[in-house]
């Protein structure tokens, strides 16, 4: 069953057209509020501390998390070095790729990848992956948040970890629709939320407490259909105290959307039915 009308909040940033029109080719009523641009931090220290102890021979593993982290990670990289140092540097030691984005970008170089984590490429995944490696100095690009049960993770097997942080999320620049959102929510206006990415949540939570109606957005969300794309941004939801209702098959646009337009009613359904 297509979503026949249902009124579906998304909150994707990068690839908002594309999904409002996979929401409205499966009969919803689309609105999408960008919740998030992609900064490069201003002072990369940390960026530059990598290169240094990366040509020192200080490093053995790099674990890159993001395709888009990678790419930003070798233009910075690139303002004081020469083009190629972050590939011939990665050439060099052990590379782990969580997923296939980073992976296709290193591929594009011409850089072995010796661990692909697998779906859906959580912390979990990341950490059983190396688990018998026998590399103990690792950097990891992060991917806008820190990811404090990684780095705890690799510590605790006994690791000495270098953090390397590329660019950061910040709010977008118009936050009118992302307010528009809450208010919608706030007033009972939505009945399926799809989140693409953890970050959407705290980003959601702090405008509509801008706008004096986050406790309203908090009881609200509950009761929509609540989909999240993977376990990252189920465990984020479950951190303000929302269970997702469903997550797709694969962590992609498109199985998301028509997955959740298959199920929504009969999640709304049950929640009506549980006075929820």
């Known amino acids: ?14 690839r908002a057209a594309e999904m409002e029109t996979l929401i409205r080719k ?3 009523d689309a609105f999408v509020a960008p919740s998030m641009r992609e900064l490069p931090l201003e002072n990369n220290p940390e960026a530059f501390l990598f290169a240094e102890k990366m040509l020192a021979g200080e490093i053995d593993m790099v674990i890159l998390l993001t395709g888009v982290g990678t790419r930003f990670l070798d233009k910075v990289l690139a303002a004081r070095y020469p083009q190629t140092t972050l590939a011939d540097m990665l050439r060099k030691v052990t590379v782990v790729a969580r ?7 290193l591929r ?10 697998p779906e859906p490429n959580t912390w979990r ?26 780095l705890t993770g690799l510590a605790a097997r006994g690791m000495e970890v270098t953090s390397v942080r590329v660019y950061q999320w ?18 009972g206006q939505v009945d399926v939320t799809l989140f693409t990415t953890s970050i959407q949540i705290p980003h959601l939570l702090r405008i509509a407490d801008e706008e004096g109606i ?4 908090r009881a609200a969300l509950p009761k929509t259909a609540v989909i999240s794309i993977g376990p990252t941004t189920s465990e984020a939801l479950l951190e303000i105290g929302i269970a997702p209702d469903m997550e797709p098959t694969h962590p992609k646009l498109g199985f998301l ?10 999640i709304l359904a049950r929640k009506t039915a549980h006075g929820r």
């Open 1 to 14: 069953m297509p979503f026949d009308g249902l009124r579906v909040l998304s909150l994707e940033s990068r």
């Open 26 to 28: 499966q009969g919803g």
């Open 99 to 105: 997923g296939p984005k980073p992976a296709a970008v």
């Open 108 to 117: 594009e170089w011409k850089v072995p990848v010796a661990v692909i984590v």
């Open 125 to 150: 995944e990341l950490l059983a992956a190396i688990e018998t490696r026998a590399e103990r100095r690792a950097a990891v690009q992060e991917y806008g948040k820190a990811n404090p049960e990684l």
């Open 170 to 187: 910040e709010l977008p620049e118009d936050t009118g629709p992302l307010r528009e959102a809450a208010r919608r929510l706030a007033s």
């Open 214 to 217: 986050g406790e309203q957005v």
């Open 257 to 266: 959307v028509s997955e959740a337009a298959q199920v929504s009613h009969a």
